[in-house]
């Protein structure tokens, strides 16, 4: 099993869509946090997390929050709140 740590931040578009930056890979949660806290600055939205699972078998676990800040998407929103 793997752990990966990813921030994803987003970009409000002129016609108010939100726009994924591209994914920032991080080598551990409070790598991620920090990186987070940082982009939280300039961004609309970001969020940090961590998701575990087997890359062989394609199985991998629900993602894991570590940080979230601003606005994101609605389908990122519903997908949280469930």
Same mark, same amino acid.
């Given at each position: ?50 998701? =575990? !699972? %087997?890359?062989? @078998?394609?199985?991998? /676990? ?6 979230? =800040? !601003? %606005?994101?998407? @609605?389908?990122?929103? /519903?997908?949280?709140?469930?």
């Amino acid at each position: 099993m793997i752990t990966y740590f990813v921030v994803q931040s987003f970009t409000l578009g002129s016609r108010g869509a939100y726009i994924a930056d591209d994914p920032v890979p991080a080598t551990g949660a409070e790598h991620a946090r920090r990186l987070a806290e940082r982009l939280a600055a300039s961004k609309v939205g970001v969020i940090a997390f961590s998701r =575990s !699972g %087997d890359p062989a @078998t394609g199985e991998f /676990e629900d993602a894991t929050v570590l940080f979230m =800040s !601003g %606005d994101l998407p @609605t389908d990122m929103q /519903e997908e949280l709140a469930a």
